[in-house]
């Protein structure tokens, strides 16, 4: 089974996901951590972000890689925490654009997602790495709170360059942060992590039935 997670940054999709996964014993698919990855390798060559073709090429020669511990790798190098940097939340956006990038990056997603249970988190997930999931969930919340829960996560930016740097990322990721017409939303905004999950869980105990 394919459980498909959707929506903004600080929505709450990976701790949603990552709580979901291991309630379930589903495997987990950051797919925001691939174009993360990239976003740092580009950056370590120097390579132009905005140009369609040296940065697919590069996605075409260093695949992702998720250990079963979770952690990421590009190119030889464990960026796991290098991809949760400031930096990286600015220029992600420019390089997941790219045409060629998220073609190489779907087919890779599609390949880790047809290998048993699993729950992708993403922006597309539903629309388009795995139109054919099971489940579709689309988080949203309000941008205060979204905000705030990701300065919890980068105590080292002020409030305000970071509600500046989530505006300017929800602008350009907004072509492909469209739910899915079948995906089911759930605003986070006074929900706690445990409460979407259990509701997430209820519905895919529902689609099994019903599935059945
Ligand atoms: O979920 P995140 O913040 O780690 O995602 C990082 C960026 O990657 C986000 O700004 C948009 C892009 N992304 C995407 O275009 N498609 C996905 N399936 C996942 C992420």
Do not use: C
């Not at 589903?26 to 990855?37: I, Q």
């Not at 992702?64 to 940097?85: H, K, L, M, P």
């Not at 829960?149 to 907004?174: F, N, S, V, W, Y």
């Amino acid at each position: 089974m394919i459980v498909a997670i959707d929506g903004p940054a600080g929505a709450g999709k990976s701790t949603v996901a990552r709580n979901l996964a291991g309630r379930l014993g589903f495997r987990y698919l950051d797919t925001g951590a691939m174009y993360r990855a990239l976003t740092w390798l580009a950056m370590r060559e120097g390579l132009p972000l905005a140009e369609a073709e040296p940065i697919g090429e590069l996605a075409r020669r260093n695949p992702v890689v998720f250990d079963d511990a979770g952690r990421v790798s590009i190119a030889g190098a464990d960026v796991t925490a290098a991809i949760r940097q400031a930096r990286i939340d600015r220029m992600v956006s420019v390089v997941a654009r790219h045409h060629d990038v998220r073609e190489v990056m779907r087919e890779r997603q599609r390949d880790l997602g047809h290998q048993g249970n699993v729950v992708i988190e993403g922006r597309d997930i539903g629309t388009v790495v795995a139109p054919d999931a099971e489940v579709k969930i689309y988080l949203q919340a309000d941008p205060d709170i979204r905000a705030r829960r990701r300065q919890a996560e980068r105590p080292d930016i002020g409030a305000d360059a970071l509600a500046t740097d989530l505006r300017a990322r929800d602008k350009l990721d907004r072509e492909r942060m469209q739910p899915a017409e079948d995906a089911v939303l759930i605003d986070t905004t006074d929900l706690e992590v445990d409460d979407v999950v259990t509701r997430i869980e209820a519905l895919i105990r529902e689609r099994a039935l019903t599935t059945q």
